[in-house]
C-alpha cells in the first residue's frame, strides 16, 4: 500500500494525498506491491531495496548511497502495546526532494505522523527535515514503551517481593512470573537494539549536516536544508539517555530472573524437606513394623497379651519423638 503526504507550507502540517502524488514530501510503502514499486523507481530514478536486502544486518548494508539517494534501515518494534511485539526493518530512502520508507509491519509510531509531527512542532519542509521528524517520532515512541514498560516491571517486582507471611506470597506463580519475565527482557532488549540502528542513522545525518557546513559554509548549509537547527544533536542525546535507561533496566530484569529462579530453588527445596522429614519420621514406625512381621517360630513378645498394644505405642512414640526433635531445631 503506497500513501503519499505533502507538506503544507502555510500551516507547516503534514496532509494525506488522495492518490500518488509526485509532489509529495514523504512516501510511505507498507508491503509495496510491484507496481507501487515500479512506480516509486520510475519518479525518483533508484532502485528500492528488496526485503532481504532490509534484512541484513553488516553496517555496509544498513547505511550506504546508491544513485544519488541515502539508503538507511533501522529495526522498529511493533505491537508492543498489544502483548505480541514484532521486530522488523524500516528503510528509509532519501533523495533530494523526498524520502520513502519501505515496511512490512505497522508500527504505531508510523500509523500517526502527521498527528504526532504536529504534536512535536517539527518542521518538515525539506525532505532531510522530514526524515528526522521521522526520526523523533521513532525516538518519541521507544520512550512511550520503555516507560510503559518501567511500570510493568515495577509491578511485576512488587508481587515477586512482596513481605514475607502474607498469605499471598504462597499463590504467586512463580512459573508465570518467569515467563513475563522473558517478555519483558525480550521487549526491552529489542528496544535498545532499535534505538542503535536509529542513532546511526541520525548520526549519519549529523556527520552531513557538518560535512555540508564544512565544505559550502555555515550560511550556505543552513539555507539549503542541511542546517537542522541542533535537531540532531539533541535528538541523539534523547537516543543516548533512553539506550542508558535501557540498560539500566535490562540489568533490573535480570535481578528479577535471578531472584525469581533463586524462589523457585527455595520453594522446591522446602518440598523435598518435606519428603525428607516425611521419610524419616516415619521410618522408626517402619522398622518396627518390619521386625515383629517377621515369620520367626519364636517370638516371646507374639504370645504376650501386651505386644500388640506395646508395638502400636512404639511406632507412634518412634514418629512422634523425631517430629518433635525436627520442631524444636527449626527445620519444620
Not at 515467563?179 to 532488549?189: C, K, M, P, V
Request: hydrophobic share 45%.
Amino acid at each position: 500500500m503506497r500513501q503519499d503526504y505533502l507538506h503544507d507550507p502555510d500551516t507547516g502540517r503534514l496532509i494525506a494525498a488522495p492518490v500518488p502524488d509526485r509532489r509529495a514530501i514523504w512516501t510511505d510503502l507498507l508491503i509495496p506491491t510491484l507496481e507501487e514499486e515500479a512506480a516509486v523507481e520510475a519518479e525518483l530514478g533508484i532502485d528500492l531495496p528488496t526485503r532481504e536486502d532490509m534484512r541484513e544486518i553488516e553496517p555496509s548494508s544498513r547505511i550506504y548511497s546508491k544513485e544519488g539517494a541515502l539508503f538507511m534501515t533501522a529495526n522498529v518494534v511493533a505491537g508492543a502495546g498489544a502483548g505480541d511485539p514484532v521486530m522488523e526493518p524500516v528503510t528509509f530512502v532519501l533523495t533530494t526532494g523526498r524520502v520513502v520508507s519501505i515496511r512490512y509491519h505497522e508500527p504505531y509510531s508510523l500509523q500517526n505522523v502527521p498527528q504526532r509531527a504536529a504534536g512535536l512542532q517539527a518542521d518538515c519542509s525539506t525532505a532531510l527535515r522530514m526524515l528526522m521528524t521521522l526520526m523523533e517520532v521513532l525516538v518519541e515512541r521507544s520512550a512511550d514503551i520503555l516507560e510503559a514498560e518501567s511500570q510493568a516491571v515495577d509491578a511485576l517486582s512488587r508481587q515477586i517481593f512482596k513481605p514475607a507471611g502474607k498469605p499471598a506470597q504462597q499463590s504467586v506463580d512463580l512459573a508465570a512470573v518467569l515467563t513475563r519475565i522473558g517478555r519483558h527482557g525480550e521487549l526491552n532488549a529489542g528496544l535498545q537494539d532499535s534505538l542503535v540502528t536509529i542513532e546511526r542513522i541520525v548520526n549519519h545525518m549529523t556527520q552531513m549536516r557538518l560535512a555540508a557546513r564544512k565544505e559550502r559554509g555555515a550560511a550556505e548549509a543552513g539555507a539549503s536544508g542541511m542546517g537542522l537547527n541542533g535537531r540532531d544533536k539533541r535528538l541523539l542525546r534523547d537516543i543516548r539517555s533512553l539506550i542508558a535507561y535501557g540498560e539500566a533496566q535490562s540489568q533490573r530484569v535480570t535481578f528479577m530472573l535471578d531472584a525469581t529462579l533463586g524462589l523457585l530453588n527455595i520453594q522446591q527445596s522446602g518440598i523435598i524437606k518435606i519428603f525428607s522429614v516425611a521419610a524419616v519420621v516415619f521410618l522408626p514406625p517402619t522398622l518396627i513394623a518390619s521386625i515383629y512381621g517377621m515369620n520367626f517360630e519364636f517370638m516371646p513378645e507374639l504370645a504376650s497379651p501386651y505386644g500388640y498394644p506395646l508395638a502400636l505405642g512404639g511406632m507412634v512414640l518412634s514418629a512422634i519423638l523425631p517430629y518433635l526433635f525436627f520442631k524444636r531445631k527449626g527445620w519444620l
